[in-house]
């Protein structure tokens, strides 16, 4: 059984950081591209990055370029999402996802395995 868990949300002031972690069982991480994805309360879900297979390849939204930092560790099947000057407007679910695609996608629907996600806010 696939799951990915989420971890590392909370509340935080702007500017601040947090680090998002995804961790991964019931699947070889390696064989997948990840992605984050952001859901704010009355809003779609949205696209935050991507990194494909072999991590050396990320790809971010506009909103989040130069912020926001893709990573992972195949060794520890885990993704992580570091997160700096983060602004009141990044409050959301954040969502890690994995597609067995070799290309990434920014549609959600393209993802094959979501976790429940991890509540992110920041404060003005």
């Known amino acids: 059984q696939v799951q990915l868990v989420e971890s590392g949300g909370g509340l935080v002031q702007a500017g601040g950081s947090l680090r998002l972690s995804c961790a991964a069982s019931?699947?070889?991480?390696?064989?997948?591209?990840m992605a984050w994805f952001r859901q704010a309360p009355g809003e779609e879900r949205e696209f935050v990055g991507a990194?494909?297979?072999?991590?050396?390849?990320?790809h971010y939204a506009g909103s989040v370029r130069g912020r926001f930092t893709i990573s992972r560790d195949n060794a520890k099947n885990t993704v992580y999402l570091q997160m700096i000057s983060l602004k009141p407007e990044d409050t959301a679910v954040y969502y890690c996802?994995?597609?067995?695609?070799?290309?990434?996608?920014?549609?959600?629907?393209?993802?094959?395995?979501w976790g429940k996600g991890t509540q992110v806010t920041v404060s003005s």
């Open positions: 990194i494909n297979k072999n991590a050396d390849m990320q």
């Open positions: 996802a994995a597609d067995d695609s070799s290309v990434w996608s920014t549609a959600w629907q393209t993802y094959i395995y």
């Open positions: 019931g699947l070889t991480l390696s064989r997948y591209t």
